[in-house]
């Protein structure tokens, strides 16, 4: 037999032997990574769906939906937010919804658009279908599915969560807008009260009465591009949608100058929860680093400050059996007005002591983001301290006085 007729046979055992035989590798080796899912529904509203499923994730493990701010891309949201690590170190699968320049120029996900952010149509259809599809294919819990995005991501999480309050478990929008607000909430605060920021919702879903996600809002105090004032809209909107006050149940200090204030339910958890990272711009809080409750990577929008993905990621108890209770909470009783100190000043001096911020030439309260009127010395306005860098207009109310 002519020896180069065993040359292939040769080398092919060869190459077996060292590990090294020329096939793809197999699911078990192969890394993971973000990849885009070519069909998973009719999407009616024509966006790419993306996902990132760890190596050997079993079945029956938390899904995570994840949605990118304007001019931002699936694979920007995957690389720098830092959600890829805590879908290892947790388990749970994630889909990066994303957004073309044909549906909206600056792919933003079109929060404003009726026809987007209905029950059974467009874009909010189209995520739906994505989940239906991680459901079926990745074998996720369908009782564990959450939602979070920024900006106009965070305005469509506002947007899933009304509409399929059957889906999510919880939600959490990052400088995002409340549900069915439009383009107008994003830059000045609305008069609004809590049942009619509620009302919004309960008519996304005639006739469903629960339960509820759980809702957490993260946002800014020095965010002009979606201003303050969004966040307590939120937490007006959802706690009114809970049935729950408005009052605080107890305030934490975190990392980054972050304080979290939460709203319980009747059983002691936290069915609201409203972040206010101070001195933070627009974009989602990062902190680079190996730590557990560190991730994410800085950049357009992704702000060095606290790993917020991490500690949603904690809140929806992915990281143990149960949502950890809020750190070292205080519970903030019935205020009395010797507790609540008042300041009188001029719009531009609030803003220069810290106790406002302006936007597009207007003022508005820290913490409760209650407008105030125009940014100037002359408009002189009264504010009321209720908790840390939180203050409420008082105009007239006021008998105690701070420095």
Known sequence: MNPRRLWPALLAAVLAVAGLAMSPLSPANAAATLTQVGSFGSNPGALRMYSYVPTGLPAGRPLIVALHGCTQSANAYYSNSGWPKYADLYQAAIVFPEQTSANNALSCFNWFTAGDIARGQGEALSVKQMVDHAIRTYGSDASRVYVTGLSAGGAMTAVMLAAYPDVFAGGAVVAGLPYNCGTVCQYQAQSRTPKQWGDLVRAANPGYTGPWPRVAIWHGTADTTVVPANATELRDQWTNVWGISQTPSSTAGLPGST?????????????????????????????????????????????????????????????????????????????????????????????????????????????????????????????????????????GQCSVSGR
């Not at 949502?323 to 100190?341: F, G, K, M, N």
């Not at 306005?381 to 105009?395: E, I, M």
């Open 259 to 395: 304080t979290v204030t939460n709203y319980h339910d009747s059983t002691g958890r936290s069915a609201v929860s409203l972040y206010e990272v101070r001195g933070l711009g627009h974009g989602t809080p990062v902190a680079p680093g190996s730590a557990e409750d560190q991730c994410g990577t800085t950049g357009a929008y992704f702000l060095s400050s606290i790993c917020s993905s991490y500690h949603i990621a904690r809140s929806w108890g992915l990281g143990g059996g149960t949502p950890p209770p809020s750190p070292s909470p205080t519970v903030s009783p019935t205020p009395s007005p010797t507790a609540q100190p008042c300041f009188t000043a001029s719009n531009y001096a609030h803003t220069t002591a810290g106790r406002a911020t302006q936007s597009g030439g207007y003022t508005y309260a820290n913490g409760s983001g209650q407008a105030m009127g125009l940014w100037n010395t002359f408009t002189v306005r009264t504010l009321r301290q209720t908790g840390p860098n939180h203050y409420v207009l008082a105009d």
